[in-house]
């Protein structure tokens, strides 16, 4: 009987644990762990975490060798998303290494890597694992001699005012960012083997990566265009990541600091840092973005039945709902680019859906004269939008030896050919047999 209250006491204590986890009809993550180096990061970046749980999520704070920390229980996980904001650990506490990060994304959860100068080669090889690289000198930071932000000291140039944004209002929203972003960090490039990164925040021409204490002896490895401040990953299993080299982005003095760009005459009572990364916090946390389809249905034009199979040239209709989360709701998703294909080995028919305005989407299309077994496809990706990828078999028919038509328009000229053909043999016989 004790045995029994105990695993009872157990069952209860861990179904608040699995109830807020990640479900299609709830798409926002809920439960995070954030893993830091020392808990003073909690007050001094308040204001983005506050901006989180403010959203409603349930922020848990370990330290990163904490020796009983895990990502997952009884081979379900604790959480939806993991916040790295330990950029000098070596090593990770209780069950959690690389490989158990990795499975934690590749089960389709979020994770957010933020660093500075201090990264270890722990944090580094996450990164790496993610799609970037960070650059290979401990001491190189990102120094910028034109964009850098106006400070009441000159300085070495490594406090970036960055303003290059990747243009998708699905990832930083609808309203323009205003005043630049303040980055003081890392750079890091883009594995050009993976083309699920995105660079979200972008150096300029004129940026580099190098010791800001010591002179160039050689050119710097990262240069330009090439290097990335803060970059997204979107799996495809529709996890998504975030990577920035500047753990102070986050910080409440970014937040609240005034920022004025080198050669620019306008001065912004504050920066665009908390607009910035509360705006991408939603995307990465799936409160924008994310798509879901449902009710897929074919039937033939005029009748509301889905068949089991068609014959060639029927007419079919094809229609499927699709609907993005809001972070509270499922709303109507709209747009002109979504395509079915009508495949067998490859696509017979490709027609683009028409939308009614309200998340439904619809086309007609005459079955191919080529029989054999067919999937209705929906293969739709779109820049910052999950992926959604539909299939349904169904096979086509010929027609059956009675459903020929009797007489076939196109033949008529046959047909008369061999009836004058026979009037005119009888002819030539009568006239032949009775002629002199």
Not at 3 to 14: D, G, I, N, P, Q
Not at 282 to 303: C, I, M, P, Q, S
Not at 329 to 338: G, N, T
Request: hydrophobic residues 40%; glycine residues 6%; proline residues 4%.
């Amino acid at each position: 009987m004790a045995k029994l209250l105990l695993y009872l006491t157990l069952a209860t204590s861990l179904i608040p644990l699995f109830s807020v986890a990640f479900s299609p009809e709830n798409p926002t993550d809920r439960r995070v762990l954030v893993l830091v180096d020392d808990f003073t990061i909690k007050s001094s970046h308040s204001l983005y975490f506050g901006s989180l749980t403010s959203r409603g999520f349930q922020l848990e704070f370990k330290l990163a060798d904490d020796p009983n920390i895990g990502l997952q229980r009884y081979g379900q996980y604790l959480y939806d998303a993991l916040v790295l904001f330990c950029p000098s650990v070596d090593r990770f506490g209780g069950s959690i290494d690389v490989a158990s990060i990795v499975d934690f994304v590749d089960s389709g959860h979020d994770l957010i890597v933020a660093v500075d100068s201090n990264a270890s080669d722990l944090i580094r090889e996450v990164a790496t694992e993610c799609g970037v690289d960070f650059d290979e000198d401990p001491a190189a930071m990102v120094i910028d001699h034109i964009n850098y932000a106006v400070s009441n000291f000159d300085g070495d140039h490594t406090l970036i005012a960055s303003d290059d944004f990747i243009k998708a209002d699905v990832i930083l929203g609808s309203k323009k960012i205003e005043a630049p972003v303040l980055f003081q960090g890392i750079g890091h490039s883009l594995n050009p083997a993976n083309s699920l990164v995105l660079k979200v925040l972008s150096a300029s021409s004129s940026a580099y990566s190098a010791n800001p204490k010591s002179k160039l002896s050689n050119p710097p490895s990262l240069t330009g265009s090439a290097i990335s401040f803060v970059s997204v990953v979107q799996a495809r299993n529709n996890a998504r990541i975030l990577i920035t080299g500047s753990l102070s982005m986050f910080s409440n003095r970014f937040f609240r600091s005034g920022v004025q760009k080198a050669g620019s005459s306008i001065k912004h009572e504050k920066s665009g840092n908390e607009q910035f990364l509360t705006e991408i916090s939603k995307w990465v946390f799936h409160e924008r973005g994310h798509l879901k389809a449902v009710n897929a249905r074919h039937h033939k034009v005029g009748e509301s039945d889905e068949p089991a199979i068609y014959r060639i040239n029927d007419d079919l209709e094809y229609s499927v709902e699709i609907y993005e989360w809001s972070g509270a709701s499922w709303e109507p998703y709209v747009s002109d680019d979504v395509q079915v294909q009508f495949y067998m080995m490859s696509p017979y028919v490709l027609k683009t859906l028409s939308t009614d305005q309200k998340g439904h989407y619809s086309a007609e299309f005459k079955v191919p004269d080529v029989y054999g077994v067919f999937q209705f496809k929906v293969e739709y990706q779109r820049l910052g939008y999950t992926s959604l990828s539909l299939s349904k078999q169904i096979p086509v028919r010929p027609y059956r030896h009675n459903e020929y038509e009797r007489f076939l328009p196109a033949a008529y000229p046959y047909y008369g050919s061999a009836f004058s053909m026979m009037a005119g043999f009888f002819i030539f016989t009568i006239v032949h047999l009775y002629s002199k």
